[in-house]
């Protein structure tokens, strides 16, 4: 019922595709949705009137007024009323009337008159469709907002074959569930749901289990998958059928297999919801044969099983919640509060034994949702309702994560990255893969504290990742190309200036969907993580460099030992493309005592130039060129070094604007001559320089 209670006002037309309104009224009806049917005098031809008025439960509209009393048909009124207007099938003629505002008849006057979004499926022949016209008043339609379901192809009412049938009805109903559920908080969420009793091996034919019939996990499952989530549903024992089709269901037996799913599940998904019934205990031994009855009295010892909520409670990253259940019997509502911080929930439904209509077994409950702010207590209801209440205050809690973890939201992160994954040049069959690494790289990024120190939004340093994939393969194997670039703001101006810019070569990785991105400084076995706080620290140093003289020592050595450390292991997911200008030797150039007047220079050229060109364009000018002597300065320590090229490289476009017809000619010869030694190929810019007007 995804469509629950939205109004629909559906345009129907004169093509022979008219008699699948019929099926598509249907659809809608069962959706939940409200249809108010209008139609076209010519599609009444077609399909009756009555057959639309019966499946939707509502008069068919398609006259301006009624004959009989004179009473008018509002098109303002549906205007107003709908959620969505539909019009399918679309004649190419209704369609030139709407893109022309041609209101002859009722339809053309109420989709004028809509304030909702508007569908149209087109029906009509192939040369009607291809016809330059109709390609035409799609288009305008399509720059007014309204969203075209592009015809299928097929055999047509001609007996021809080509574009121009209707899309299925069941399709353009997909499409509009879909649109309005863009707008869900739960839409592509990942949520774990643990369901059902635990069964605890006594022997092979006997268990220890609960009287949980799963029910209200199920109710929560179909609920979240209505609503668009990506739900994962792991199950104890229990007599229920899959709730709704797009749920990954796991049975799973004991405690321990429940705990094992759960815990490898969860870390990919945005939250869980445990209101499994899990055995806290299990028989110590399981006996392999079928136990027999004796004379004497028989004793099982009970071993622990795990805490499933505790475990999820203890891994669980910021961005996630975690929502428990408590059936208590007695002290309800302190219990609950005890567990809710014990197992670190995010919120707990309770439901006491003591209420009547509450629990195992039932079609009912009756819960009380309380968290660390707030306690709400519901009546009886059926498991259903039940399920939209928790889900509603899930959804709550999320939107509320969401919001935190914005990037923009984040207050004490340093890094505000974007994350590109370029695909061109390979024939992405499995595109998953990459949604999900560029979606994991960007949290790892944005989400990790990298220093210390708190960061305001507005000094959050802007960097770019983008990896362009030379080749991938199914066993998740990556060859990349990764291309860093990080800029910082320059004060009082809405201008930043790249601090640092590499195109990195020949990087191989291995990632496959949901693998965890964890960086840990001791074990530099996943480079990709590695290679990525190696860049990141370099990043953060050489910003605090610009922030302060040699400020950004700290985080530049921690880049430093992670690339000798990652070097050592011998990876050769470390070796860039080339021997001399790899990330080993840019760093190592770079914290080279040699290599001190650049490092210092970083912070003349922002703080001291930049920073100070926008009041006192001169004064900021002779700041830089003296910087181009410590440029020349660290080029003749170490000629060989690469770093001093590279600044010449991604600093080219600034330095010709900060001297293009500005500055004296001695001046201008000055800097040309330095950078002319330091990088030849690049001369036609540095010339520009020398040519350019006083
Ligand atoms: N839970 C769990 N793993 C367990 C026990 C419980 O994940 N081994 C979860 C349940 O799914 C529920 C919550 O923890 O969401 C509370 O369950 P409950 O049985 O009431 O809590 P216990 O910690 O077992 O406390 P007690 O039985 O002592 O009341």
Known sequence: MQLQGKKIVLGVTGSIAAYKAALLVRLLVKEGAEVQVVMTPSAKEFITPLTLATLSGRGVVSEFFHSADGTWNSHVELGLWADAMIVAPATAATIGKMAGGIADNMLVTTYLSMKAPVFIAPAMDLDMFAHPSTQRNLDILHSYGNHIIEPAAGELASHLCG??????????????????????PLKGKRLLITAGPTYEKIDPVRFIGNYSS???????ARECALQGADVTLVAGPVALKTPHSSIRRIDVESA????????????????????????????????????????????????????????LGKSKRPSQLL?????????????????????????????????????????????????????????????????????????????VCLMMFLPSFVDAQELNATVTLNTSKIQGTNTEVFTVLKDGVTEFINNRKWTQYEFEEHERISCNFTFVV?????????????????TRPVFGTTYSSVLFKYEDKGIRFKYQPYDRLEFNEDNLDNNLTALIAFYAYMIIGMDFDSMGELAGSEYLNKAQS???????????????????????????????????????????????GLDTMFKNADGGRKIITSCMDMLKEAYDNRPLAYVTKLFTEYKQDEIVNIYSNKGGAEEKKAVVRILSEINPSQMDAWDSIEKSAL
């Not at 799963?214 to 929560?220: L, P």
């Not at 059936?327 to 809710?340: M, S, V």
């Not at 990876?571 to 021997?579: F, M, P, Q, T, V």
Request: glycine fraction near 6%.
């Open 562 to 608: 992670i690339a000798g450390n990652a070097q050592n292991l011998g990876d050769s997911g470390w070796r860039a493309g080339s021997n001399e200008n790899n990330r080993y030797t840019v760093i190592d150039d770079y914290m080279n005592g040699a290599m001190e007047p650049l490092r210092r220079l970083m912070y003349r050229y922002h703080r001291l």
């Open 163 to 184: 574009k121009g049938r209707m899309e299925e009805p069941h399709i353009i109903v997909e499409k509009l569930k879909d649109f309005f559920l863009a707008d869900s």
């Open 323 to 399: 929502v428990g259940f408590a059936l208590e019997t007695d002290n309800a509502e302190a219990n609950a509060r005890l567990k809710l911080q014990k197992k670190n929930l995010d919120f707990i439904v309770l439901n006491s034994l003591q209420d009547e209509g509450a629990g195992f077994a039932v079609d009912t409950n009756k819960v009380t949702i309380i968290d660390n702010d707030s306690r709400v207590e519901y009546p009886l209801k059926n498991k259903a309702a039940v399920a939209r209440d928790i889900v509603a205050h899930l959804k709550k809690l999320l939107l």
């Open 214 to 220: 799963g029910k209200m996990g199920f109710a929560i």
């Open 470 to 486: 030379d080749s991938y393969s199914d066993d998740g194997s990556f060859v990349c190309t990764l291309m860093v670039q990080a």
């Open 256 to 311: 321990q297999e429940m705990c094992d799913v759960a815990t490898e599940e969860f870390a990919r998904c945005d939250a869980a919801v445990l209101s499994a019934a899990v055995a806290d205990y299990r028989p110590s031994e399981q006996a392999v044969q079928k136990i027999k009855r004796t004379a004497d009295n028989m004793r099982i010892e009970l071993s622990p099983n795990p805490d499933i909520a505790a475990t």
